[in-house]
């Protein structure tokens, strides 16, 4: 065996650790292009992929987001790579859906680090 296994039971290579996206090589970040036409309409039958972004209000949006927050750690922590892959492509959906609606958002100023 050429990598080590971590205590999570992932195996890395040469001693460093692998991110979730080199741990589910077919994930590229554009989850439904990779898939074949077959496989969109039936990861679409079981809704894996969500309402998108654009048809939802304001209210769902957030709701979503929440949603997704709420179960990050847990996801990270304990799901298999698919549901972290399908995690991270629809956090990133979402986020960015929010971000064009909202490009002028208030930022915090005690958020901000001195320059």
Known sequence: MTGSVREDGFASSDGTEMSPEQRVPEWSGDHLADLDGDAVGAELDGDAAGVDPTELTDDDLIRE?????????????????????????????????????????EVDPSRLRDA
């Open 65 to 105: 987001m929440h949603s997704l927050h709420r179960t990050r750690l847990d996801t990270l922590r304990h799901a298999a790579d698919s549901a972290l892959a399908n995690h991270l492509r629809r956090t990133a959906e979402l986020e960015t859906e929010y971000l064009a609606r909202h490009p002028g958002r």
